[in-house]
């Protein structure tokens, strides 16, 4: 708020003026009484002040005064008008300025840039020609898309995924995804005939299938390689043997046990940043990559290249559709340490946490029970969890020519 009636007073614009001695008390009493808004009251020597005053506070405060107002001096304007007034002479920068402004007040209406996150064997340009195939792509008018239903359209557009949330924040859309567990085989054809198949020893907990003939209930334990959805569809009551094959399209949903483990000793050695160089930047404008300067080098392989990615935002609040990507050349090397007890099983316990947000991922865990083992060498904690995700791993169906 602070900052809002900052600007404000800018745009309206405001001076700096001294008062002499004898009139700095009345000045000060006028503006009380007529609710002038002055601001960083000063005394200076001979009793006089200087404060900051809005233009409109400045006249009121002159006409008030009336033969006494002579004391009232301005020291300096500040503001937009006084910097119109300065630069009346080229109408240039008040049109670039008035054209700024203006794009930055649009492009808060519009999307400008997508980021991906949790993405492994779907790449980023797939993802973001799904979502322009659902009306979601740079420059689409903010007003204009469904983020609540985004999500579950993806699924439906994206068959290798299982988890797929759409947010946006200001003129940015964050995507994050999970993607589906495939057999080695890789993901069957869209289209293409196909079971789903239990990844897990579990117990079944509830199903969501659209396609394919469901196969288990609530309640049956099933094991891993267990048919859930068959591909291989008759009609119901129909005893001729006529069939038909689809694509098996779901979500089974089970209770089953993991367990992750992790070790940290009170000595090892780390790999540490020794040196940190840039090496490129990089703007990226409306999307779009616009590449300032590179100069890479191959030292070997304890370096590595990192990006910084930062948005530009003007005043504290306005975001604009423009980044800058700098990129460091990261020296490697490597170092003793060693830990206390405490800080072996404090960093444990952060890396058990680590291990179990993964373990669970999408899921939701139900029951974990943790041991630790204590030695000469180090700590080593273990967790035994019970969880409940989708277990559905789909197959193809070969057909035989």
Same mark, same amino acid.
């Given at each position: 708020?602070?900052?809002?009636s ?9 001076y700096?003026v ?12 006028v503006?009380m009484k007529r609710?002038v808004?002055?601001r ?5 020597g001979?009793?006089g ?6 233009r409109?506070g400045?006249r009121?405060l002159?006409r008030?005064l009336?033969e006494?107002a002579a ?5 300096r304007?500040y503001g937009?008008p ?8 080229? @109408?240039?920068? /008040?049109?670039?300025? $008035?054209?700024f #402004?203006?794009?930055?007040f649009?492009?808060?209406r519009f999307l ?13 340009v797939?993802?973001?020609e799904?979502?322009?195939?659902l009306?979601?792509?740079?420059g ?6 469904? #983020?609540?239903?985004?999500?579950n ?5 994206e068959?290798? /995924?299982?988890?797929a949330a759409?947010n946006r924040?200001g003129?940015?859309v964050h995507?994050v995804l999970r993607?589906?567990?495939?057999p ?7 289209g ?7 990844a ?9 299938v659209s396609s394919g ?5 609530a309640?049956?334990?099933v094991t891993e390689?267990?048919l ?9 009551g129909?005893e001729?043997?006529?069939?038909r094959?689809?694509?098996s399209v779901?979500?089974?949903?089970a209770e089953?046990?993991t367990g992750?483990s992790v070790s940290?000793?009170?000595s090892?050695t ?6 940190r160089r840039?090496v ?5 404008l409306?999307?779009? @990559?616009?590449?300032?300067f590179?100069k890479?080098s191959?030292p ?6 990192i990006?910084?990615r930062?948005r530009?935002?003007l ?6 559709p423009?980044?800058t ?5 990261i020296?490697?090397?490597e170092?003793?340490v060693t830990l ?10 952060r /890396? $058990?946490?680590r291990a179990?947000?993964a373990a669970?991922?999408?899921g939701?865990l139900t029951?974990?029970e ?5 030695n000469?060498e ?8 019970t ?7 789909e197959v193809?169906?070969t057909? $035989?020519?």
């Amino acid at each position: 708020m602070r900052l809002f009636s900052r600007f404000l007073r800018w745009i309206t614009g405001y001076y700096a003026v001294s008062v002499g001695g004898r009139e700095l008390i009345d000045a000060v009493t006028v503006m009380m009484k007529r609710s002038v808004d002055y601001r960083d009251l000063k005394l200076t020597g001979g009793g006089g002040g200087t404060f900051l005053l809005p233009r409109k506070g400045y006249r009121e405060l002159t006409r008030a005064l009336g033969e006494r107002a002579a004391s009232v001096k301005i020291l300096r304007e500040y503001g937009l008008p006084q910097l119109l007034f300065r630069y009346r002479k080229r @109408p240039g920068i /008040a049109v670039g300025a $008035l054209l700024f #402004f203006s794009l930055c007040f649009l492009s808060e209406r519009f999307l400008w840039d997508i980021d991906v996150t949790g993405n492994e064997t779907i790449s980023d340009v797939e993802v973001i020609e799904t979502l322009s195939s659902l009306g979601c792509s740079v420059g689409t008018p903010v007003s204009s898309v469904d #983020f609540f239903s985004l999500g579950n359209g993806f699924l439906s557009a994206e068959p290798r /995924a299982s988890f797929a949330a759409v947010n946006r924040e200001g003129t940015t859309v964050h995507v994050v995804l999970r993607e589906k567990k495939l057999p080695s085989g890789g993901a069957p054809d869209a289209g293409a005939p196909s079971n789903l198949v239990s990844a897990v020893n579990g117990r079944i907990v509830s199903s969501e299938v659209s396609s394919g003939k469901l196969l288990v209930r609530a309640g049956d334990v099933v094991t891993e390689g267990q048919l859930l959805v068959s591909g291989v569809v008759t009609k119901r009551g129909d005893e001729s043997g006529v069939f038909r094959l689809e694509r098996s399209v779901g979500r089974v949903f089970a209770e089953w046990e993991t367990g992750v483990s992790v070790s940290i000793p009170f000595s090892r050695t780390v790999t540490v940043e020794k040196s940190r160089r840039e090496v490129g930047k990089t703007v990226i404008l409306f999307g779009k @990559p616009i590449k300032i300067f590179e100069k890479y080098s191959n030292p070997g392989a304890m370096y590595d290249i990192i990006e910084k990615r930062e948005r530009v935002i003007l005043f504290g609040f306005l975001r604009l559709p423009l980044y800058t990507v700098t990129e460091y050349e990261i020296g490697r090397g490597e170092t003793e340490v060693t830990l206390t007890p405490a800080e072996a099983e404090a960093e444990a316990e952060r /890396a $058990l946490a680590r291990a179990i947000l993964a373990a669970v991922g999408d899921g939701e865990l139900t029951e974990k029970e943790i041991t630790a083992e204590r030695n000469e060498e180090g700590v080593a904690l273990r967790a035994r969890l019970t969880v409940v995700t989708d277990v559905a791993e789909e197959v193809p169906i070969t057909v $035989l020519p």
